[in-house]
């Protein structure tokens, strides 16, 4: 009986090496073709963050379980690069539309201005440009902390006498995979295409 038990215990092991090794080459493969995105060496799973989405409805890591997710950091007021990075990822998702539904992307925009960023200015401004697009902000400390995590850099410039103010930011866009982990970044430029065929690899791969 220990016998059987010993060989089932090895035979396991080996089955399980065999699996491992087809992952890390298909994932080897995939970053090797990668033309924008880095693919981390391992999924970093996200902190338990506590936001709310733009009906007002609590939106934490489990609400980006089962599906494939771009997230980003921006703002509404934004003159440049949020716009721009919106309008990408909504022309990335029209270049997707061929995938099977458990496959498309969903998008999830991180506000990095939550005192003027509520979530009725985050509905209106994200469905803009695409229906299907979530607008996220929170407490400043909440937003802050899940910011820091994942590495991107906010600077809130000084108040001016109409009380504007600029805010700063890295333009990254993380790629979230259905366990609520981060497994990609996209650093800029950003191009439809080319973050449209990266993600095919990614998601092929893994």
Same mark, same amino acid.
């Given at each position: 009986?220990?016998?059987?038990?010993? @060989?089932?215990?090895?035979?396991?092991?080996?089955?399980?090496?065999?699996?491992? *090794?087809?992952? &890390?080459?298909?994932?080897?493969?995939?970053?090797?073709?990668?033309? $924008?995105?880095?693919? #981390?060496?391992?999924?970093?799973?996200?902190?338990?963050?506590?936001?709310?989405?733009?009906?007002?409805?609590?939106?934490? /890591?489990?609400?980006?379980?089962?599906?494939?997710?771009? +997230?980003? &950091?921006?703002?509404?007021?934004?003159?440049?690069?949020?716009?721009?990075?919106?309008?990408?990822?909504? @022309?990335?998702?029209?270049?997707?539309?061929?995938?099977?539904?458990?496959?498309? /992307?969903?998008?999830? +925009?991180? =506000?990095?201005?939550? !005192? $003027?960023?509520?979530?009725?200015?985050?509905?209106?401004?994200?469905t803009h440009f695409d229906p299907s697009f979530t607008g996220?902000?929170? !407490?400043?400390?909440?937003?802050? %902390?899940?910011?820091?995590?994942?590495?991107?850099?906010?600077?809130?410039?000084?108040?001016? @006498?109409?009380?504007? #103010? =600029?805010?700063? *930011? =890295?333009? !990254?866009?993380?790629?979230?995979? /259905?366990? %609520?982990?981060?497994?990609?970044l996209f650093n800029t430029p950003h191009d439809a295409a080319?973050i449209a065929r990266d993600y095919r690899r990614i998601v092929? %791969?893994?």
């Amino acid at each position: 009986m220990n016998r059987v038990l010993v @060989a089932a215990v090895i035979a396991a092991g080996i089955l399980a090496g065999a699996i491992a *090794h087809q992952f &890390f080459r298909q994932r080897d493969a995939a970053a090797a073709m990668l033309e $924008r995105a880095t693919l #981390y060496q391992e999924p970093r799973p996200l902190p338990d963050f506590a936001l709310v989405d733009q009906d007002g409805a609590a939106f934490g /890591p489990a609400r980006l379980r089962g599906r494939w997710t771009f +997230l980003f &950091f921006g703002f509404v007021n934004c003159p440049d690069i949020c716009p721009t990075t919106l309008a990408t990822l909504a @022309a990335v998702r029209r270049t997707l539309g061929d995938l099977p539904a458990g496959e498309q /992307p969903g998008v999830a +925009l991180v =506000s990095v201005d939550p !005192a $003027r960023d509520t979530p009725p200015l985050l509905e209106r401004y994200v469905t803009h440009f695409d229906p299907s697009f979530t607008g996220l902000t929170g !407490a400043p400390g909440k937003l802050d %902390a899940l910011a820091q995590d994942l590495g991107v850099a906010v600077f809130v410039g000084p108040e001016d @006498a109409d009380g504007n #103010y =600029s805010v700063d *930011h =890295s333009a !990254a866009i993380f790629l979230v995979d /259905p366990q %609520a982990r981060v497994v990609a970044l996209f650093n800029t430029p950003h191009d439809a295409a080319t973050i449209a065929r990266d993600y095919r690899r990614i998601v092929t %791969a893994g």
